[in-house]
C-alpha cells in the first residue's frame, strides 16, 4: 500500500533534469548553463529535511547551476554526473544506513529505471516518459519542476503524521 510505503520513507533521492526543474536547459552568451527551480518544490525539500527526513541528488548531469541549487537548501547528498544511477545506490545505502525500503526515487525517464526498480517507493513525474509512468508505484499529479516535488514531500509528511504539527506553525 502506498500510504505504508510513503509512511517509511527517510530518504528522498531526486533526479534534476524534468523532476527539479521542466527539463530546459538554457545557455547563455558565456556557455553558462542556467536552470530554473521552482521555489514550492524547494520549500517541500526544507519542510521534509526540518521533519528529520534526508533529501538527496541523483543525476547524470552535473552543472553548477545545481550546485548552487543545493547549497541553497542545504543538501549534502550529492551524486551528480551519474552514469549508472542503479550503481551508486548501494553507496548511498551504506553511507545513510539505510534500506531500500526506506528510500524513495522521484524520475522521469529512461535512464531511472534502474534505480527506480531498486528503491522502496519509486515514483514519477506526471509528464515522465510512458514507460517509466508504468514502471513506478506513484505517479504525481504535477509536471516535473512544477510541484511534482512539494507534492510527494507533503505525501510523505502527511502518511508520517507529521503534517498537523507542521501547520500548526503556520497557522
Known amino acids: 500500500m502506498i500510504s505504508e510505503k510513503l509512511k517509511n520513507i527517510k530518504l528522498l533521492l531526486l533526479d534534476v533534469d524534468g523532476v527539479l526543474t521542466d527539463g530546459s536547459i538554457i545557455y547563455n552568451d558565456n556557455n553558462e548553463e542556467t536552470k530554473t527551480f521552482n521555489v514550492k518544490d524547494g520549500f517541500g525539500i ?10 538527496g541528488i541523483v543525476t547524470g548531469r552535473a552543472s553548477k547551476a545545481l550546485i548552487h541549487r543545493c547549497n541553497n537548501l542545504g543538501l549534502s547528498l550529492i551524486f551528480d ?45 506526471s509528464d515522465a516518459h510512458e514507460v517509466v509512468r508504468s514502471n513506478v508505484d506513484l505517479v504525481t499529479s504535477a509536471k516535473g519542476g512544477n510541484g511534482a516535488v512539494r507534492e510527494i514531500c507533503e505525501a510523505i509528511l502527511k502518511a508520517g503524521g507529521l503534517w498537523d504539527e507542521i501547520l500548526k506553525k503556520y497557522l
Do not use: N, Q
Open 46 to 55: 526544507r519542510l521534509l529535511m526540518d521533519a528529520g527526513i534526508e533529501v
Open 81 to 125: 554526473g551519474v552514469v549508472d544511477k542503479s550503481a551508486i545506490f548501494d553507496k548511498i545505502m551504506e553511507e545513510t544506513g539505510l534500506s531500500e525500503y526506506e528510500i524513495a526515487f522521484i524520475g522521469d525517464d529512461l535512464p531511472d529505471l534502474p534505480l527506480l526498480k531498486k528503491t522502496g517507493l519509486s515514483i514519477a513525474v
